[in-house]
T-cell receptor
Framework: EPEVTQTPSHQVTQMGQEVILRCVPI?????FYWYRQILGQKVEFLVS????????KSEIFDDQFSVERPDGSNFTLKIRSTKLEDSAMYFC????????????FGQGTRLTVV | AQKVTQAQTEISVVEKEDVTLDCVYE???????LFWYKQPPSGELVFLIR??????QNEISGRYSWNFQKSTSSFNFTITASQVVDSAVYFC?????????????FGKGTRLSVIA
Protein backbone atom coordinates (compact mmCIF):
# COMPACT_ATOMS: atom_id res chain seq x y z
CA GLU A 1 0.00 0.00 0.00
CA PRO A 2 1.44 3.39 -0.94
CA GLU A 3 2.49 5.56 1.96
CA VAL A 4 4.06 8.88 2.79
CA THR A 5 7.58 8.44 4.10
CA GLN A 6 9.53 10.93 6.17
CA THR A 7 13.18 11.11 7.10
CA PRO A 8 14.70 11.29 9.58
CA SER A 9 12.37 9.92 12.23
CA HIS A 10 14.13 11.95 14.91
CA GLN A 11 16.51 14.89 14.61
CA VAL A 12 18.30 16.73 17.34
CA THR A 13 19.77 20.10 16.46
CA GLN A 14 21.33 23.03 18.24
CA MET A 15 19.49 26.30 18.48
CA GLY A 16 20.31 28.53 15.55
CA GLN A 17 21.14 25.68 13.19
CA GLU A 18 19.32 24.98 9.96
CA VAL A 19 17.42 21.74 9.51
CA ILE A 20 15.83 20.11 6.50
CA LEU A 21 13.04 17.62 6.98
CA ARG A 22 12.37 15.32 4.08
CA CYS A 23 9.24 13.69 2.79
CA VAL A 24 8.32 11.46 -0.11
CA PRO A 25 4.60 11.89 -0.81
CA ILE A 26 2.44 9.25 -2.44
CA UNK A 27 3.38 9.23 -6.10
CA UNK A 28 0.10 10.18 -7.79
CA UNK A 29 -0.85 12.81 -5.22
CA UNK A 30 -0.92 16.46 -6.21
CA UNK A 31 -1.19 18.32 -2.89
CA PHE A 32 1.48 18.25 -0.24
CA TYR A 33 1.34 19.59 3.29
CA TRP A 34 3.39 20.14 6.38
CA TYR A 35 1.76 20.09 9.79
CA ARG A 36 3.29 20.51 13.23
CA GLN A 37 2.38 19.02 16.58
CA ILE A 38 4.03 20.42 19.68
CA LEU A 39 4.21 17.70 22.32
CA GLY A 40 0.82 17.00 23.82
CA GLN A 41 -0.95 19.59 21.72
CA LYS A 42 -3.09 19.56 18.62
CA VAL A 43 -1.89 19.19 15.08
CA GLU A 44 -1.46 22.56 13.36
CA PHE A 45 -1.29 23.35 9.67
CA LEU A 46 1.88 24.98 8.39
CA VAL A 47 1.77 25.04 4.60
CA SER A 48 0.27 23.43 1.53
CA UNK A 49 1.99 23.06 -1.81
CA UNK A 50 0.49 22.50 -5.23
CA UNK A 51 1.80 22.80 -8.75
CA UNK A 52 5.28 23.69 -7.50
CA UNK A 53 4.21 26.59 -5.36
CA UNK A 54 2.77 27.36 -1.97
CA UNK A 55 -1.02 27.37 -2.17
CA UNK A 56 -1.72 28.29 1.43
CA LYS A 57 0.23 28.93 4.62
CA SER A 58 -0.57 29.62 8.23
CA GLU A 59 0.68 32.35 10.55
CA ILE A 60 3.18 29.87 11.95
CA PHE A 61 4.89 29.58 8.58
CA ASP A 62 7.00 32.71 8.75
CA ASP A 63 10.23 33.66 6.96
CA GLN A 64 12.12 31.11 8.99
CA PHE A 65 10.41 28.33 7.05
CA SER A 66 10.57 27.33 3.42
CA VAL A 67 9.40 24.39 1.36
CA GLU A 68 10.72 22.93 -1.82
CA ARG A 69 10.13 20.10 -4.21
CA PRO A 70 13.68 19.71 -5.48
CA ASP A 71 12.91 16.75 -7.73
CA GLY A 72 9.96 14.67 -8.78
CA SER A 73 9.63 12.80 -5.53
CA ASN A 74 10.92 14.70 -2.50
CA PHE A 75 9.16 17.47 -0.62
CA THR A 76 11.24 19.27 1.98
CA LEU A 77 10.68 21.64 4.86
CA LYS A 78 13.61 23.85 5.80
CA ILE A 79 13.80 25.69 9.10
CA ARG A 80 16.51 28.29 8.77
CA SER A 81 17.54 29.20 12.28
CA THR A 82 15.91 26.87 14.73
CA LYS A 83 14.56 28.03 18.06
CA LEU A 84 13.72 26.02 21.14
CA GLU A 85 10.02 26.46 20.43
CA ASP A 86 10.41 24.74 17.05
CA SER A 87 10.73 21.46 18.91
CA ALA A 88 7.78 19.41 17.74
CA MET A 89 6.66 16.51 15.62
CA TYR A 90 6.49 17.55 11.99
CA PHE A 91 4.12 15.65 9.75
CA CYS A 92 4.16 15.60 6.01
CA UNK A 93 0.94 14.70 4.24
CA UNK A 94 -0.29 14.33 0.70
CA UNK A 95 -3.66 14.08 -0.98
CA UNK A 96 -4.95 13.36 -4.45
CA UNK A 97 -6.19 16.88 -4.80
CA UNK A 98 -9.74 16.21 -5.84
CA UNK A 99 -12.46 17.76 -3.69
CA UNK A 100 -10.77 17.60 -0.34
CA UNK A 101 -9.87 13.96 -0.45
CA UNK A 102 -8.31 12.61 2.69
CA UNK A 103 -4.75 13.54 3.47
CA UNK A 104 -2.42 10.65 4.19
CA PHE A 105 0.20 11.42 6.77
CA GLY A 106 3.74 10.25 7.15
CA GLN A 107 4.99 8.83 10.41
CA GLY A 108 6.42 12.19 11.41
CA THR A 109 9.84 13.62 12.23
CA ARG A 110 10.43 14.49 15.84
CA LEU A 111 12.58 17.61 15.92
CA THR A 112 14.33 18.44 19.17
CA VAL A 113 16.08 21.79 19.40
CA VAL A 114 18.57 22.04 22.26
CA ALA B 1 -13.65 30.90 11.11
CA GLN B 2 -13.34 27.18 11.46
CA LYS B 3 -13.10 25.50 14.81
CA VAL B 4 -13.20 21.94 16.07
CA THR B 5 -13.90 21.20 19.70
CA GLN B 6 -13.22 17.90 21.37
CA ALA B 7 -14.37 18.55 24.89
CA GLN B 8 -13.16 15.22 26.27
CA THR B 9 -9.46 15.47 26.96
CA GLU B 10 -9.05 11.95 28.30
CA ILE B 11 -11.31 8.94 28.54
CA SER B 12 -10.56 5.68 30.25
CA VAL B 13 -12.66 2.56 29.72
CA VAL B 14 -12.41 -1.10 30.52
CA GLU B 15 -11.96 -3.48 27.63
CA LYS B 16 -15.19 -4.48 25.88
CA GLU B 17 -16.99 -1.33 26.93
CA ASP B 18 -18.43 0.95 24.27
CA VAL B 19 -17.07 4.48 24.14
CA THR B 20 -18.14 7.62 22.27
CA LEU B 21 -15.76 10.42 21.40
CA ASP B 22 -17.43 13.77 20.87
CA CYS B 23 -16.64 16.30 18.17
CA VAL B 24 -18.35 19.64 17.64
CA TYR B 25 -17.37 21.91 14.78
CA GLU B 26 -17.94 25.46 13.62
CA UNK B 27 -17.83 26.66 10.05
CA UNK B 28 -19.48 29.32 7.91
CA UNK B 29 -19.34 27.18 4.80
CA UNK B 30 -22.25 25.07 3.68
CA UNK B 31 -19.89 22.59 2.06
CA UNK B 32 -17.19 21.08 4.19
CA UNK B 33 -15.53 17.82 5.09
CA LEU B 34 -15.09 16.13 8.43
CA PHE B 35 -12.42 13.62 9.35
CA TRP B 36 -11.28 11.42 12.16
CA TYR B 37 -7.65 10.43 12.63
CA LYS B 38 -6.09 8.05 15.14
CA GLN B 39 -2.68 8.69 16.67
CA PRO B 40 -1.39 5.55 18.40
CA PRO B 41 1.50 5.71 20.87
CA SER B 42 3.93 5.25 17.98
CA GLY B 43 2.98 8.76 16.86
CA GLU B 44 1.76 8.47 13.30
CA LEU B 45 -1.61 9.82 12.17
CA VAL B 46 -3.89 7.19 10.76
CA PHE B 47 -6.87 8.21 8.64
CA LEU B 48 -10.15 6.68 9.78
CA ILE B 49 -12.99 8.41 7.94
CA ARG B 50 -13.94 11.35 5.73
CA UNK B 51 -17.49 12.64 5.49
CA UNK B 52 -18.86 15.49 3.40
CA UNK B 53 -21.46 17.89 4.69
CA UNK B 54 -24.16 16.63 2.35
CA UNK B 55 -24.01 13.09 3.58
CA UNK B 56 -25.61 12.74 6.98
CA GLN B 57 -25.93 9.00 6.87
CA ASN B 58 -24.30 7.29 9.78
CA GLU B 59 -21.47 5.00 8.90
CA ILE B 60 -20.32 1.76 10.43
CA SER B 61 -17.02 0.07 9.82
CA GLY B 62 -16.52 -2.98 11.97
CA ARG B 63 -16.43 -1.84 15.59
CA TYR B 64 -16.30 1.82 14.55
CA SER B 65 -19.33 3.97 13.85
CA TRP B 66 -19.83 7.65 13.22
CA ASN B 67 -22.85 9.81 13.90
CA PHE B 68 -22.98 13.02 11.87
CA GLN B 69 -25.67 15.52 12.86
CA LYS B 70 -25.66 18.86 11.07
CA SER B 71 -28.41 20.20 13.36
CA THR B 72 -26.01 20.07 16.30
CA SER B 73 -22.77 20.46 14.28
CA SER B 74 -21.48 17.24 15.69
CA PHE B 75 -19.57 14.29 14.27
CA ASN B 76 -19.24 11.77 17.06
CA PHE B 77 -17.24 8.57 16.92
CA THR B 78 -18.20 5.38 18.75
CA ILE B 79 -16.03 2.35 19.33
CA THR B 80 -18.01 -0.74 20.22
CA ALA B 81 -16.47 -3.44 22.40
CA SER B 82 -13.26 -1.50 22.87
CA GLN B 83 -9.91 -3.27 22.82
CA VAL B 84 -6.54 -2.38 24.29
CA VAL B 85 -5.26 -1.70 20.76
CA ASP B 86 -7.78 1.13 20.50
CA SER B 87 -5.75 3.09 23.04
CA ALA B 88 -4.64 6.21 21.21
CA VAL B 89 -5.31 9.89 20.77
CA TYR B 90 -8.19 10.50 18.39
CA PHE B 91 -8.43 13.73 16.44
CA CYS B 92 -11.46 15.15 14.73
CA UNK B 93 -10.72 17.55 11.87
CA UNK B 94 -12.54 19.85 9.46
CA UNK B 95 -11.75 21.30 6.07
CA UNK B 96 -13.87 23.73 4.16
CA UNK B 97 -14.54 22.90 0.53
CA UNK B 98 -12.74 24.98 -1.98
CA UNK B 99 -11.54 24.73 -5.54
CA UNK B 100 -8.52 22.89 -4.29
CA UNK B 101 -7.80 21.28 -0.99
CA UNK B 102 -8.12 23.41 2.07
CA UNK B 103 -6.00 22.44 5.05
CA UNK B 104 -7.31 20.47 7.97
CA UNK B 105 -8.25 22.19 11.21
CA PHE B 106 -7.81 19.73 14.04
CA GLY B 107 -9.41 19.51 17.42
CA LYS B 108 -7.19 19.11 20.45
CA GLY B 109 -7.73 15.37 20.50
CA THR B 110 -9.15 12.89 22.96
CA ARG B 111 -6.80 10.43 24.61
CA LEU B 112 -8.51 7.09 24.95
CA SER B 113 -7.09 4.51 27.32
CA VAL B 114 -8.56 1.04 27.18
CA ILE B 115 -7.69 -1.03 30.21
CA ALA B 116 -7.54 -4.80 30.08
Amino acid sequence: EPEVTQTPSHQVTQMGQEVILRCVPISNHLYFYWYRQILGQKVEFLVSFYNNEISEKSEIFDDQFSVERPDGSNFTLKIRSTKLEDSAMYFCASSEGILNTEAFFGQGTRLTVV
Amino acid sequence: AQKVTQAQTEISVVEKEDVTLDCVYETRDTTYYLFWYKQPPSGELVFLIRRNSFDEQNEISGRYSWNFQKSTSSFNFTITASQVVDSAVYFCALSEANSGNTPLVFGKGTRLSVIA
